[in-house]
């Protein structure tokens, strides 16, 4: 990705930094591991899979039967998590089942013990990346350079790399850019989708230089990203003009309810008075751009008379994510009736077929879509016979319906194809966290004694649902971040740390001592479904804030020493050992006063 003359415009600027940054991989960790029911029947094969893709795993079982699509039935009525992991991932699993299922002519179910899943099914890609850019004495941008190599394993078929020419510039205003990215083949399981592929690890490249070129210049990381932030009617790095940026305003005033600039000089007394405990705090501001295009989901909707209950069947998968209790909500509140007459039934690859993958945060807002337009088909064919019935219960105006042999059942197909200017981001969302550490030098070991998270939902179509998505995507990017390393043996790629011994997800004991989550006030979005926003991946992105925070700990460690001025590169995940060790500790330091 070129825009303009970045090699000219560093080599002109009046600052510089040059540096390079890793960061490593994730399991997917999800509670339900790989798991499928086939079942032969008379002219195919029925399968129960735990998949967030029912037409791959539809077509990858024909295909691995030799049978027409038709003849293979896929159902899912929910999954114990994914994350990505079961995206294309599976189609292993289901294929293995329906093979043996088709050799013995009996029900077959197959299930990964977690240790089998986490040695075979790849994880998030690790990146290394190198970087320069170029600045003024304010710390404004006026060119990054970026060479980007991703991980890929084996196969590099679904490598996010690209992901950087749409979110790697986050929230910042920069005229000159030269981005190259290269998937590199390793003895790895092939790497997969997991939670914010991409955008993640490209909102943490840019945000590691914005850190890299404050401790430069002595400033507050804040006060240098505030300084580039957009402004509306300037254009992004996909080209596309802002006409809803509304960071700038949100980090003032997140800036002030979290009391960011007394906790700042709090933190820095307390340092100055505690040799051993140091503590950090670190701002990330997150522009998240939403893409509708290249999704394709449908629904089902059928009312049925004595009673006028209602029936959903959606092309999206539930995976904790409350998907099927926003698309009840939608139902209900669209046609006007109660929450309890509306059921969500399996996807199911014949009312849903074709649908797309349950994945990258917009499916619920697009089901939800769908889901609007059969209510207003139904409403349109109810409508006549209810304004006939003023005083009557929507039971009642059902069975009048039925009894007048009205069609209750409608269906709606959703393809977004947005383009020019609302192309390829449909809309934006923004959000702010704030996150402070308490580091124990001798050992590395901190605690997050607060974390600050705001996040613009537009007008959420079920707020606790979207305050649950934004704990957990916050939680999970924590455990990315410090402790969720994986070690694989060098010659033959084969994973050492594949069980909980040695791999270390969250647990109760690492999330934030005080936290403090807010979906932001009187917000909507003309573009979205509703007037809502997207929200399961995006807070994960702004997590990185941890590693920063950290990192002031750890400078301050280091200025005890008098080896905190210059910049020192750190990588992620911020192991125990690994922060115990960024500090410089020596033994010639552990003396009594």
Not at 131 to 151: C, S
Not at 406 to 435: E, F
Not at 546 to 554: G, K, T
Request: with cysteine; aromatic share 8%; glycine share 8%.
């Amino acid at each position: 990705m070129v825009i303009g003359d970045a090699p000219t415009a560093i080599k002109n600027a009046p600052s510089r930094v040059k540096g390079v940054l890793e960061i490593g991989s994730q399991m997917h960790f999800y509670m339900e591991t790989q798991a499928a029911v086939c079942t032969p029947t008379d002219d195919g094969m029925d399968v129960e899979s735990g998949t967030q893709w029912v037409d791959w795993v539809q077509g990858g079982v024909a295909q691995c039967l030799g049978v027409k699509k038709n003849l293979i039935n896929v159902s899912v009525k929910r999954i114990g998590g994914a994350y990505g992991g079961k995206i294309s991932r599976g189609n292993i699993i289901a294929c293995g089942a329906a093979l043996a299922a088709h050799a013995v002519n009996k029900p077959v179910k197959m299930f990964q013990s977690l240790w089998d899943s986490a040695k075979m099914i790849g994880k998030r890609n690790p990146y290394y990346v190198e970087y320069e850019a170029g600045f003024d004495a304010n710390g404004k941008l006026a060119g990054i350079i970026t060479n980007v190599y991703a991980n890929c394993g084996q196969t590099a078929t679904e490598s996010p790399v690209s992901a950087v020419t749409l979110w790697g510039d986050n929230g910042y205003n920069c005229p000159n850019w030269k981005v190259s990215m290269t998937n590199c083949k390793t003895n790895l399981p092939a790497n997969t989708w997991t939670r914010a592929p991409g955008s993640t690890e490209s909102i943490f490249f840019i945000e590691y230089i914005m850190e890299h070129i404050a401790q430069t210049l002595g400033k507050p990381s804040i006060d240098v990203k505030r300084a580039n932030f957009y402004k509306n009617g300037d254009r992004t790095i996909t080209g596309q003009p802002l006409k809803d940026f509304t960071l700038a305003e949100l980090t003032d005033s997140f800036l002030t309810s979290a009391s960011y600039r007394q906790r700042l000089q709090d933190a820095a007394t307390f340092n100055l008075n505690n040799r051993w405990r140091k503590r950090g705090i670190s701002v990330t501001p997150m522009k998240y751009g939403s893409t509708w295009n290249g999704n394709n989901f449908n629904c089902f909707i059928s009312i049925f008379h004595s009673g006028g209950t209602v029936a959903v069947s959606h092309g999206g998968v539930e995976m904790g994510q409350g998907i099927n209790t926003k698309v009840a909500q939608v139902v209900a509140y669209e046609l006007g009736i109660p929450l309890d007459l509306v059921s969500i039934k399996p996807n199911f690859s014949l009312t849903n077929a074709n649908a797309n993958s349950t994945g990258g945060s917009v499916t619920s807002e697009l089901v939800s879509l769908a889901a609007i337009n059969c209510c207003s088909q139904l409403k349109a064919r109810i409508d006549p016979i209810k304004n006939t019935m003023p005083n009557a219960s929507w039971s009642d105006i059902i069975e009048a319906c039925f009894v007048k042999t009205i069609d209750l059942s409608a269906r709606s197909w959703i393809a977004p194809k947005t383009t020019g200017d609302d192309a390829p981001v449909n809309y934006n969302t923004y959000g702010v966290t704030c996150t402070e550490v308490e580091l124990d030098v001798l050992t590395g070991e901190h605690q997050i004694t607060r974390m600050d998270v705001i996040h613009d939902c537009g007008e959420s179509m079920s707020p606790l649902v979207d305050v649950g998505q934004i704990e957990g995507a916050i939680v999970m990017g924590l455990g990315y971040y410090t402790s969720e390393e994986l070690v694989y043996e060098k010659t033959t790629g084969a994973l050492v740390t594949y069980s909980t011994w040695k791999y270390k997800p969250p647990t109760t004991k690492d999330i934030p001592i005080d936290f403090r989550v807010q979906i932001l006030q009187n917000s909507s979005n003309p573009s979205g479904v509703l007037r809502s926003k997207l929200v399961a991946e995006p807070p994960l992105c702004m997590t990185c804030s941890v590693v920063f925070a950290l990192r002031e700990a750890i400078k301050a460690a280091r200025d005890e020493i008098s080896q905190g001025h210059d910049w020192f590169q750190i990588n992620a995940p911020m192991t125990v050992e690994k922060v115990q060790q960024y500090c410089l500790p020596d033994i010639a330091q552990f003396t009594y006063n």
